[in-house]
Structures are given as C-alpha cells and as structure tokens.
C-alpha cells in the first residue's frame, strides 16, 4: 500500500469519527437504556483493565490513544456514553470499520470493559 493511500485512509476516518460517526452514536436508542450492572464496582474496573489491555489495546491504544484508524478511546464522549450503547458496539462490532464484534466474551467481562472506559465518569 502506497503512503497516500494511507494518507487518505487516515484522512478519511478523522473526517468520518470527526463528524460525528463515531459508533457509539450509531447504537440503537434501546441500547442506551442498558444500565452498567458494573458501574461502581471497583474491582470491575481494574478487571476491565486487564481485559482492554489485552482485547483493545493493540488497536485503540495502551492508554486510549487511538492509533491508525482506530480512534482514541480516552475522550469525554466515550466517558460520558450510555453504557449500553459501548456495550452495544461491543457485542456487535462495526467491520466496515474495523471493529470487530467481541460477543464472544461472556456478557459480565463486556461490562467490565464499559466500565474500564468510563472509570472518570
């Protein structure tokens, strides 16, 4: 793959995420009446660590970073999302956009993940 198409690709996921087409915003309404059974679990938290660490990390990030054309995960919307609808994109994925579904964790670990990502919420 040549440089400018790369260029392009990564021009064209910032103007994507950039306007709004971020997937947390594509869930479905129903989604974000899922409340996070997890939300105030301390050790929920570090366990959804360990699990971003080793299901997300190698694309979003260490620290949420974002890299290539996985966007960061460290910003005030993701804090602040309905955790059903980060659940949502969880189970569901978007492949055309490079998320893979991650349904094949059990539904408690998905909900520690959710709560690694909003721990400042």
């Known amino acids: 793959m040549t440089a400018?198409?790369?260029?392009?690709?990564?021009?064209?996921?910032a103007a994507i995420w950039g306007k709004g087409g971020s997937l947390?915003?594509?869930?479905?309404a129903s989604a974000s009446a899922h409340r996070n059974p997890m939300a105030e679990d301390t050790s929920a938290k570090m366990a959804g660590g360990k699990?971003?660490?080793?299901?997300?990390a190698s694309c979003?990030?260490?620290?949420?970073e974002g890299?290539?054309?996985?966007?960061?995960?460290?910003?005030?919307d993701i804090r602040r999302a309905a955790p059903g609808s980060l659940f949502w994109v969880l189970r569901n994925g978007a492949l055309?956009?490079?998320m893979p579904s991650f349904a094949h964790l059990p539904e408690a670990q998905r909900w520690q993940i959710v709560t690694f990502l909003q721990k400042d919420k």
């Open 4 to 13: 400018s198409r790369i260029l392009l690709g990564a021009v064209i996921a």
């Open 24 to 28: 947390v915003q594509q869930a479905p």
């Open 51 to 56: 699990l971003y660490a080793r299901e997300c």
């Open 60 to 64: 979003h990030g260490a620290m949420g």
């Open 67 to 76: 890299s290539g054309k996985a966007p960061p995960l460290a910003r005030p």
């Open 96 to 98: 055309r956009h490079g």
